[in-house]
């Protein structure tokens, strides 16, 4: 099963242990956004990846001058969130891989709550915008009917209680991409890295997450056209079966310490 971790509004801080963070920030013609991420990311972080997605504005320029020492990456092969996350990933050299997106639609306020996840034992924490304080200003209701109906298709094929599955944040060790890779171009990308982790049997931790409007400029995701990419993916996924067959545990975790009123690592399950 799929545990959630409790909302923790007070934890703002990042308490890493040494563990090298990476933000990955897929960006299509962001400019005018990236003024309300790049400027609130914590400090403590081993590295900041902005994969450029074909961006014909001055994405890059204002990456650079609003933080320096960001990285920042063409995509490699194709185009599209996929695409340029895959992209992301090989270049991140940290332990910790944080996914978030460039639209202002991220807090980054909220990373703590990952990493802490990721310490208590799961190899993978997934955002959810609908469990605690969770929630979106920007979904629709038709898309979020759509989401509710392929969530409910995942849970029943693979035996999970998902609660989200597109939520663009969300944070995992590096070392779980030793066991499947990520190939998929759009939209899907999140529910395949959420779904390749499930069959490899690796923990997964559910975290409440807040989707903000998005600030400027019109998202790319088509609801019909995409919501079809990803059923597709999830019968795919489904059909191929397990890709790893033994239960993994985190040695990261830290087996005696609480978690600051989160889940402890004794209650986050672990997929079946």
């Not at 980054?108 to 969770?134: C, H, N, T, V, W």
């Not at 402890?264 to 672990?270: D, F, N, R, V, Y």
């Given at each position: 099963m799929v545990v959630p971790v409790s909302e923790h509004p007070e934890s703002q801080r990042i308490?890493?242990?040494?563990?090298?963070?990476?933000?990955?920030?897929?960006?299509?013609?962001?400019?005018?956004?990236?003024?309300?991420?790049?400027?609130?990311?914590?400090?403590?972080?081993?590295?900041?990846?902005?994969?450029?997605?074909?961006?014909?504005d001055e994405t890059v320029e204002v990456a650079r001058k609003l933080l320096p020492a960001i990285h920042i990456v063409d995509t490699e092969r194709g185009r599209g969130k996929g695409a340029a996350l895959q992209t992301g990933f090989r270049a991140a050299t940290g332990d910790i891989i944080v996914m978030m997106d460039a639209d202002g639609s991220?807090?980054?306020?909220?990373?703590?709550?990952?990493?802490?996840?990721?310490?208590?034992?799961?190899?993978?924490?997934?955002?959810?915008?609908?469990?605690?304080?969770?929630?979106?200003?920007?979904?629709?209701?038709?898309?979020?009917?759509?989401?509710?109906?392929?969530?409910?298709?995942?849970n029943r094929l693979f035996g999970v209680r998902f609660t989200d599955m597109f939520c663009g944040f969300n944070a995992f060790w590096k070392s779980c991409l030793d066991y499947f890779e990520i190939d998929c171009n759009g939209f899907e990308v999140e529910a395949q890295l959420h779904l390749r982790i499930c069959k490899a049997n690796l923990e997964i931790a559910e975290v409440p997450s807040y989707e903000h409007a998005r600030i400027h400029g019109a998202s790319n995701f088509r609801t019909f056209r995409d919501g079809w990419r990803v059923l597709k993916m999830i019968v795919k996924e489904?059909?191929?079966?397990?890709?790893?067959?033994?239960?993994?545990?985190?040695?990261?975790?830290?087996?005696?310490?609480?978690?600051?009123?989160?889940?402890?690592?004794?209650?986050?399950?672990?997929?079946?």
């Open positions: 308490e890493h242990s040494g563990v090298r963070i990476s933000i990955v920030i897929p960006a299509h013609n962001e400019a005018r956004n990236l003024h309300y991420v790049l400027p609130h990311l914590p400090e403590s972080l081993h590295e900041v990846i902005l994969v450029n997605d074909h961006s014909t991220s807090d980054p306020k909220e990373i703590p709550r990952f990493i802490q996840a990721l310490q208590a034992g799961a190899y993978l924490a997934k955002g959810s915008r609908f469990i605690g304080d969770g929630g979106s200003a920007d979904i629709t209701p038709l898309r979020r009917l759509g989401s509710l109906v392929l969530i409910s298709i995942t489904w059909a191929n079966g397990h890709s790893v067959v033994r239960t993994v545990r985190m040695a990261h975790a830290q087996e005696k310490q609480g978690w600051d009123g989160l889940v402890i690592p004794e209650q986050i399950g672990t997929v079946q």
